[in-house]
């Protein structure tokens, strides 16, 4: 069994609640305002994702004359909440809408007259939604969600050999700034990645109150061999050293079969490496308070 609590602290005079619903699919209730990320409320069974291959990239990138076949992709235990049962919904964050398991068909339904914060490729597929942002790594928006100020920047990713993926960093000015560092208070969600180092540049920029992380160590069978498209535990360990995160919440990481590491794998790492003070367990579907 995993913990359920962390003791890990914060200097942020802001709340953030967070409720887990499957996969990289969320809440994050910050004062009070609802983001939702990555909105999958599909079905248990197999899945097949449509894949947006590039003939000419493969075969530059990966030596491939054929192109793939869409991957198939299967969840065993469903969502824990259903779009009915979801609280007034504020903003999303979209980290890629091409994969199903980030965004399925009941989840764009949550998309037409929102805010959503995606990739640049992301925004042009999901024209002709006007509220839709697409965010290149390091580039910083202003928004007002649910009458507050927001500034959401893209962070970059490593995911998968075609396509763009994007993390988010987000800060308000109720978030304060951090008494030691001197820089903005901020949550970071990182999107579907595995450990890159560049990501090692948001610390210079903010100082991370709460790392949502994407998890599982999953992996694609690609025509080349198996490539792994998510952080793994040793991964998350690295990036919260290296970012100075105060608190991780780690998700992504159960009912998929692509998933390769879940909840007791991460706690032997998370223990292993000595940080499991900073680690906020969560159960899907009942509400966490973070901090």
Not at 83 to 92: C, G, T, V
Not at 168 to 180: P, V
Not at 198 to 215: C, F, G, S, W, Y
Request: charged share 20%; hydrophobic share 35%; aromatic share 8%.
């Amino acid at each position: 069994m995993t913990p359920s609590l962390n003791t890990a602290t914060t200097t942020t005079t802001s709340s953030l609640t967070f409720t887990h619903i499957t996969t990289a699919t969320a809440i994050l209730n910050i004062d009070g305002i609802n983001f939702l990320t990555d909105p999958f409320f599909g079905e248990v069974g197999t899945h097949e994702s449509p894949a947006d291959w590039s003939k000419a990239r493969l075969k530059e990138d990966f030596g491939l004359d054929e192109v793939p076949p869409p991957g198939q992709l299967t969840i065993s235990e469903p969502p824990a909440m259903k779009l009915h049962d979801l609280p007034p919904i504020d903003a999303i964050l979209l980290s890629h809408e091409d994969h199903l398991d980030n965004l399925d068909p009941q989840g764009r339904k949550l998309l037409d007259g929102r805010r959503v914060f995606t990739t640049v490729d992301g925004a042009r597929n999901l024209q002709p939604r006007p509220a839709v942002v697409g965010l290149r790594p390091w580039e910083t928006v202003t928004s007002i969600i649910g009458g507050k100020e927001f500034r959401i920047t893209g962070t970059p990713c490593k995911h998968f050999p075609i396509g763009e993926v994007t993390g988010f960093i987000i800060e308000t000015d109720s978030f304060g700034i951090h008494e030691a560092s001197g820089k903005p208070n901020a949550i970071y969600f990182s999107g579907d990645t595995v450990y890159i180092d560049e990501l090692q540049k948001i610390k210079e920029r903010v100082h991370v109150t709460a790392a949502i992380l994407n998890l599982g160590n999953a992996t694609f069978e690609f025509p080349i061999g198996p490539i792994q498209i998510t952080m793994d535990g040793k991964q998350a360990v690295k990036l919260v050293q290296d970012i100075e995160a105060d608190i991780m919440v780690p998700m992504h990481f159960e009912s998929w079969a692509h998933f390769t590491e879940h909840g007791k794998d991460l706690a032997e790492v998370f223990g292993d490496a000595g940080i499991m003070h900073k680690i906020c367990w969560t159960t899907p579907g009942i509400p966490k308070t973070v901090y």
